[in-house]
Every structure is written in structure tokens, then in C-alpha cells.
């Protein structure tokens, strides 16, 4: 693919790798391409991160028409910089655009992008432990039109941040409260998909549960309320009696890569996976009886975090005394390991930028 490029004047100050946070600051260029019929996929460009122009009546501000996406670019101790299993990331986004009715980005396309985009900006990619650079790409339809239908013209996006931690407490365990009355995905619908209007949909669920003093909502299935689905920014899995259990994924829940990851490794380890339709009811009733070992959410954003409590209606478990359990710790230590490069990659997950 033959990529322009857009020099900027000024190069921005980097930001103290310390206090990153998540998500605040963007780095000096971003990729853009755009899509029409007549074209398809054309005018690849790198150029200056910064505002974009387009009509008041552009189809996304009215009708939602997005998809987006989340990897990270991780430097390892020799320097060198590594991205983790981007071609999932590329192929959930074409998932994500076909149930949108939004053209598809080639996967070849998606990677390559990503790759002259982190190469262009490899000093950004922050250098001290639990950092990383965070990939944000975003595909949406830029028509001026106000009728609802496929949209004639898209622009995909990549824009950069480099990052620290999702939460503030870190590796330290948060607290969720699970959500009895407002839902976030039914089957047939886009729970799927990693579409803004499912973050849209789940706000007002994380206002009430901050309202509570807890982080994060954990969803339940749309149709019963009845079973565990995912949390707002991750999926969650459950250590129960020594095995594990996870929501399948069958429409309503965010095939993540971290989830994969994660699965791939347990099985790996000897545990026994449980892809299964979990009950809200059941999981506070193992936490009172003490089966409910641990706890943990996995997202690329919050990488593998321990959950310390759960609120479900008038009950409220906490688990593991509100510490990280050991195979939270060992999940940790050995996806980040393999992220950042400190571990052998037997599975042949990372992929070497630059
Ligand atoms: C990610 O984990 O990359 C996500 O996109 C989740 C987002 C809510 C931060």
C-alpha cells in the first residue's frame, strides 16, 4: 500500500511517561483512508493528529454509523517494538463493519496501516513497565445525508495514545455492580460488534454504578436479566470450585482478544473452561459459600484486572478478601510478559514493528 505523507510544523511535547492515565494524550500524526463506491479504499496518508472537518449533516452524528477498535504497541527491553495478535483486531472490525452495513477494512490494509503509523511515531511508544502505546483505529460514514440507509462514504481513522494503567487502582482490585435494569445487547442485535453506540447505550449503567461507589457495570444477558454477560470496558470470567467460567459468545458478547488470549492459556494450563450461560443468582450464592475463588476482567485496555466486590440488588460479596488471587497475578504476569517481551511467545501472538 502506498502511504502519503504530511509533515507537521511542530512536533508536540511528550507527555511524563508517569502520569499517563488512559487515553489523554495523542500523539503527532494519525492515519486516515477513505472509502466510496467508485474508489473503495483510497488516499492512504499519514498526516498531522488534529481536527477533522466535516458537514453538520454527516451520517455518523445522526444514525451512529462507527466501528472502532483497541490494540496496544508494547516496547520491549531491547528497544524493539511488538503488537499483540493485531490481525484478530483487524478481522473483529470487519465483523463489527459487516453487521453495520460498513465496508470492510482488508486485513492487510489494517495492519500494514497500524504498522507505518506506530513505526512513524516508535517514540511515543512509552518505555516504562505497564505502559504502552495504545492503537485506536475508527471507521465511520462521513455522507451528508439525512436519510437513514448505507452511507456512500467512509474514512477510516488510526490515531495513537500512549498509555498506563485503564483503572486507577492499577493491579489492585476494583468493584462492579451488576446491572437489573437497564441492558446492553439482545441476540440479533450489535452486542457483537465493538460499535460506539453499545459504549453509548452502557453510560448511563456506569453513572449509576459511580453513583454507588462502584467502577465498572457488569451486564446481564438483555432478554432474562437473568445471566452474567461482560462488563463495560471488558469481558469477565470467574474461578468457581477451581474451574473457570466465562459468557459464550453467541451475539450478545465482545469477542475480545485478551478473552482469547486468556482461554487459550487456561486450557493450556489444565483448567477446565466453562463457556457458559452463568446466573447472576448462582455466582452471589457461590461468593457467600466460598466457591467464588476469584474474579477477573480482561480487556486490551484493562489487561487482566482483579475484581475485589460485587453489588447484585440489596447483596454484596466480596471476593478473595478484596485481593488479587494467584492465577489473576500468574494471568498477569504471563500475558504481559508475553506483550512486552520478557516471556518466549510459544504461541506466536506478538508481531515485531520496528
Ligand atoms: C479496549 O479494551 O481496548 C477497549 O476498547 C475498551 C474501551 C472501553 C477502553
Not at 493485531?86 to 496501516?113: G, H, T, Y
Not at 511515543?124 to 462521513?142: D, E, G, K
Not at 451475539?251 to 487456561?266: C, E, F, N, Q, Y
Request: include cysteine.
Amino acid at each position: 500500500m502506498d502511504i502519503r505523507f504530511v509533515e507537521r510544523k511542530d512536533l508536540k511535547e511528550k507527555p511524563d511517561w508517569n502520569k499517563l492515565g488512559f487515553g489523554k494524550y495523542f500523539t503527532d500524526y494519525m492515519f486516515a483512508m477513505d472509502w466510496d463506491r467508485e474508489n473503495e479504499w483510497h488516499d492512504a496518508r499519514i498526516i498531522p493528529y488534529g481536527p477533522i472537518e466535516f458537514e453538520p449533516a454527516c451520517v455518523v452524528l445522526h444514525y451512529a454509523q462507527e466501528t472502532f477498535e483497541g490494540l496496544k504497541a508494547y516496547r520491549r527491553e531491547d528497544g524493539k517494538i511488538q503488537l499483540f495478535r493485531p490481525e484478530m483486531n483487524a478481522k473483529r472490525m470487519q465483523n463489527s463493519n459487516e453487521r453495520l452495513c460498513m465496508p470492510k477494512v482488508p486485513v492487510d490494509i489494517f495492519v500494514d496501516a497500524i504498522k507505518a503509523l506506530v513505526e512513524k511515531e516508535k517514540d511515543w511508544v512509552p518505555t516504562l513497565p505497564n505502559t504502552s502505546l495504545y492503537i485506536r483505529p475508527v471507521v465511520f460514514a462521513t455522507e451528508e445525508a439525512l436519510g437513514v440507509h448505507m452511507a456512500t462514504n467512509y474514512t477510516f481513522l488510526i490515531i495513537l495514545s500512549p498509555v498506563g494503567m485503564y483503572y486507577a487502582e492499577g493491579l489492585n482490585p476494583v468493584k462492579i455492580m451488576i446491572e437489573d435494569e437497564l441492558v446492553r445487547a439482545v441476540q440479533g442485535g450489535t452486542g457483537f460488534t465493538k460499535c460506539g453506540g453499545n459504549y453509548a447505550g452502557s453510560i448511563a449503567g456506569q453513572v449509576k454504578a459511580e453513583k454507588e461507589g462502584y467502577d465498572q457495570v457488569l451486564w446481564l444477558d438483555g432478554a432474562t436479566k437473568t445471566f452474567v454477560e461482560e462488563v463495560g470496558s471488558m469481558n469477565i470470567m470467574f474461578k468457581i470450585d477451581g474451574e473457570i467460567y466465562t459468557a459464550p459468545i453467541e451475539g450478545t458478547v465482545l469477542p475480545g482478544v485478551t478473552r482469547d488470549s486468556m482461554l487459550h492459556i487456561l486450557r493450556d494450563w489444565g483448567y477446565k473452561v466453562n463457556e457458559t450461560h452463568l446466573k447472576a443468582t448462582d455466582l452471589m450464592r457461590f461468593g457467600h459459600e466460598g466457591r467464588l475463588e476469584e474474579v477477573f476482567g480482561t480487556g486490551t485496555a484493562a489487561v487482566i484486572s482483579p475484581v475485589g466486590r460485587l453489588k447484585f440488588k440489596d447483596d454484596v460479596i466480596t471476593i478473595n478478601d478484596m485481593k488479587t488471587g494467584e492465577l489473576t497475578q500468574k494471568l498477569y504476569d504471563t500475558l504481559t510478559g508475553i506483550q512486552w517481551g520478557r516471556l518466549p511467545d510459544k504461541y506466536g501472538w506478538t508481531v515485531e514493528v520496528c
